[in-house]
């Protein structure tokens, strides 16, 4: 029997490994199938009890019931409470006060209060450019008749802002020019932005880096009002002539070559021309042959008329909070 088996066998492997394989790979699925029926049935419930919820919320099961409404209500009060409060103490600590004065009045003070701005600033000394010396006021002094009485409260609550702000920068340190202070947009009379308005200002000043990072400072941290740095842009002042090379002083090269000062063998030394004055208290004098010139160094390619002195530009939003109704 043992001998008629292993024939069986040995006639019928293929079919008997075929058949192996396919019982493994059936046990295999069934495995699968099962986790996915337990997976669906798990998927399925949880379906079900979403919308056996939101079935029940569209019936009105679940409302907010008269204690939920009077906390949302206590908490909406509180919170209008609390802003109303902040504003208050916001409108009480920054700001300059409305001013209605007579027009003549008006444009006397801006007039008054240009040249005491130009004195406090030069009294640094800070050098004011003479297209500077209206401070953001141009119209208004050069025009031929003073403003409307209805320009006035907007006009005294600007000539206040400029006030601030020339005062911080005349006791900044190391600032040497007061370049130029002016308006932004055309209207007189603030923007509005909801809570609070806004006068938006460009003010240019240049001086020592210490003194322009002490007035930035300064600026934000006002004690009358709140100024806001929306845009700042600060330039290096290499003021050397880009037509210009840069302060060396080089000798003077004749037609053969030869330094000037050398003996020509033909005619007399060619006339030179005057050197050139360059930041630095440097000279070139500008006669050297192509291809006789040093190699220009990054270090000599830029001159400082002062060291470390820099430009700043910035737009300067004065943001003044409306007083709660």
């Given at each position: 029997m043992d001998r008629t088996f292993m024939e069986f066998v040995k006639r019928n492997l293929g079919f008997l490994l075929a058949m192996a394989v396919s019982v493994v790979i059936l046990g295999v699925l069934a495995v699968y199938v099962l986790e996915g029926m337990t997976t669906s049935g798990k998927v399925k419930q949880a379906v079900t009890k979403q919308n056996d919820f939101f079935q029940a919320a569209a019936s009105g099961a679940y409302t907010l019931t008269q204690n939920n409404k009077g906390?949302?209500?206590?908490?909406?009060?509180?919170?209008?409470?609390?802003?109303?409060?902040?504003?208050?103490?916001?409108?009480?600590?920054?700001?300059?006060?409305?001013?209605?004065?007579?027009?003549?009045?008006?444009?006397?003070?801006?007039?008054?209060?240009?040249?005491?701005?130009?004195?406090?600033?030069?009294?640094?000394?800070?050098?004011?450019?003479?297209?500077?010396?209206?401070?953001?006021?141009?119209?208004?002094?050069?025009?031929?008749?003073?403003?409307?009485?209805?320009?006035?409260?907007?006009i005294m609550k600007q000539f206040h802002v400029v006030d601030e702000l020339v005062g911080i920068v005349a006791r900044a340190p190391a600032i040497s020019e007061f370049t130029r202070i002016r308006r932004l947009d055309s209207t007189l009379q603030p923007m509005d932005a909801g809570l609070y308005t806004v006068i938006p200002l460009e003010l240019s000043v240049r001086g020592g880096y210490n003194g322009i990072v002490n007035l930035v400072n300064q600026i934000q941290h006002s004690a009358k009002g709140i100024f806001l740095i929306r845009?700042?842009?600060?330039?290096?002042?290499?003021?050397?002539?880009?037509?210009?090379?840069?302060?060396?002083?080089?000798?003077?090269?004749?037609?053969?070559?030869?330094?000037?000062?050398?003996?020509?063998?033909?005619?007399?030394?060619?006339?030179?021309?005057?050197?050139?004055?360059?930041?630095?208290?440097?000279l070139f004098t500008g006669t050297a042959d192509k291809g006789k010139m040093p190699e220009l160094t990054q270090e000599l390619r830029v001159v400082f008329t002062t060291p470390?002195?820099?430009?700043?530009?910035?737009?300067?939003?004065?943001?003044e909070f409306k007083k709660p109704e």
């Open positions: 906390m949302a209500e206590e908490n909406r009060k509180f919170t209008e409470q609390e802003l109303q409060t902040f504003l208050t103490l916001l409108t009480s600590s920054y700001g300059f006060a409305a001013e209605n004065r007579d027009r003549f009045e008006c444009k006397q003070a801006i007039k008054d209060g240009s040249v005491n701005f130009l004195a406090q600033l030069t009294a640094r000394p800070i050098v004011v450019p003479l297209d500077a010396r209206a401070f953001s006021f141009d119209a208004i002094l050069n025009a031929a008749t003073p403003p409307l009485q209805s320009e006035v409260p907007y845009a700042l842009e600060l330039r290096s002042l290499d003021q050397a002539d880009k037509n210009t090379l840069p302060a060396l002083v080089l000798p003077a090269v004749d037609a053969a070559g030869a330094a000037s000062g050398g003996a020509r063998a033909v005619g007399q030394a060619r006339p030179q021309p005057p050197p050139v004055s360059r930041p630095g208290n440097l470390h002195e820099i430009q700043i530009l910035m737009v300067v939003d004065y943001v």
